[in-house]
Nanobody, 116 residues
Framework: QVQLVESGGGLVQPGGSLRLSCAASGPTLNYYAIGWFRQAPGKEREGLSCISKNGGGSYYSDSVEGRFTISRDNAKNLVSLQMNSLKPEDTAVYYC?????????WGQGTQVTVSS
């Protein structure tokens, strides 16, 4: 079973940057596609970005395209989300998710607050 732990969240001013990390323990992440999601208060969980098992393919939602960059280091069992040009509407709890066929695992989330 994969255990995921997100980190790197915090308070940042509009226009600022944060780098989120998703660290995995247990089986290697090599077998898993990884996605980043977020959930703001009163809203549904939103898919933001995902990356293929070997890092060769990635996807971004319209809301973060051009501002966020997903990357992974399978040797370190680590997936990152670089977030630039942050906006107040990016405020949410951010989660990573590992998927391999029917096996799906979530982290506990990390809070990102964008405010002046």
């Amino acid at each position: 079973q994969v255990q995921l732990v997100e980190s790197g969240g915090g308070l940042v001013q509009p226009g600022g940057s944060l780098r989120l990390s998703c660290a995995a323990s247990g089986p290697t992440l090599n077998y898993y596609a990884i996605g980043w999601f977020r959930q703001a208060p009163g809203k549904e969980r939103e898919g933001l970005s995902c990356i293929s098992k070997n890092g060769g393919g990635s996807y971004y939602s319209d809301s973060v395209e051009g501002r966020f960059t997903i990357s992974r280091d399978n040797a370190k069992n680590l997936v990152s989300l670089q977030m630039n040009s942050l906006k107040p509407e990016d405020t949410a709890v951010y989660y990573c998710k590992a998927v391999h066929f029917q096996n799906k695992y979530w982290g506990q989330g990390t809070q990102v607050t964008v405010s002046s």
